[in-house]
């Protein structure tokens, strides 16, 4: 009896207040995946005349608001050596077909120049974007059966909207969800 009334009163505040189902995503986590994949060395270039480019230290950082991604790249080439400090921005993308949550290097080509000379291009996403792809929260059921005192009833889930949220540590993808 006890079990059936708390399942109707959470039914009913639900109804009531609607309710949110979500996942989190440390910073952590992404940074061990960044740390797994490693730092890379990468020639471009002709064959006889090709440039090195390094990509080290990779990590990101969620802020209230805001996530980053930073690392270190260096660019050498004969006589030129590039070294520059890399702060992109990432925005999350949840795709509600396919359940998927992606983290997405906001412009993520890096440029090297020198007074105004370009000597190449690096695409960051090359190396980290395939990886940074999670499950969303989306329930596999989008509806729930009880049996009650009063027979069999059938708790549809509602979709209202999805939020995601950028905390401290952490990215979280929610949806905003009703019963009827």
Do not use: C
Request: proline residues 3%; glycine residues 6%.
């Amino acid at each position: 009896m006890s079990k059936k009334i708390t399942i109707i009163l959470f039914l009913s505040i639900s109804i009531i207040f609607g309710s949110e189902i979500s996942i989190s995503i440390s910073e952590n986590l992404v940074n061990d995946y960044l740390k797994l994949i490693g730092n890379h060395e990468v020639p471009k270039g002709p064959k006889n005349d090709q440039a090195i480019w390094s990509i080290k230290n990779p990590e990101v950082k969620f802020e209230y608001g805001s996530a980053e991604f930073f690392t270190t790249v260096t660019y050498k080439k004969g006589k030129i050596n590039i070294k520059k400090s890399i702060k992109k921005n990432i925005f999350v993308e949840y795709n509600f077909d396919n359940n998927q949550v992606t983290l997405v290097i906001e412009d993520p080509v890096v440029k090297m120049e020198r007074k105004g000379q370009i000597y190449g291009k690096l695409d960051l996403s090359t190396f980290y974007q395939s990886g940074l792809k999670f499950h969303g929260p989306k329930p596999k059921e989008k509806s729930i059966k009880l049996k009650t005192s009063k027979g069999k009833v059938r708790v549809s889930m509602n979709i209202k909207k999805s939020i995601i949220y950028f905390e401290k540590n952490v990215v979280r993808v929610a949806l905003d969800l009703e019963y009827k």
